[in-house]
């Protein structure tokens, strides 16, 4: 059941990227687009390793101390995300 939650978010994601860079490019200044990735990127990395946690336990290759697929996955989102907004905020407006 977990997996569909993960894979869920994943394709939401990038649903919303295809979306926003493909359909409607012209409509958004480029401050407003990389504002905008603050909603599908979060959703796209919670889902791609809630996927990839999901399926090292099942496989039996999980040996993180029985740690939970949902704690990794959020863990990664938010250290990514952390990243992401110290690079958009502080690195990207300098280029």
């Known amino acids: 059941m977990q997996r569909y939650v993960y894979l869920g978010a994943l394709i939401g994601g990038l649903l919303l990227m295809f979306y926003l860079y493909l359909l409607h490019f012209d409509d958004y200044s480029e401050t407003e687009l990389v504002k905008l990735s603050y909603y599908w990127l979060p959703l796209t990395i919670f889902g791609f390793y809630g996927l990839l ?10 040996s993180k101390g029985g740690d939970h697929p949902f704690r990794y996955a959020i863990l990664r989102t938010v250290i990514l995300v952390m990243i992401m907004i110290l690079f958009f905020e502080y690195v990207f407006p300098g280029m």
Not at 53 to 62: H, I, N
């Open 53 to 62: 946690a999901a399926l090292r336990q099942e496989k039996g290759d999980y």
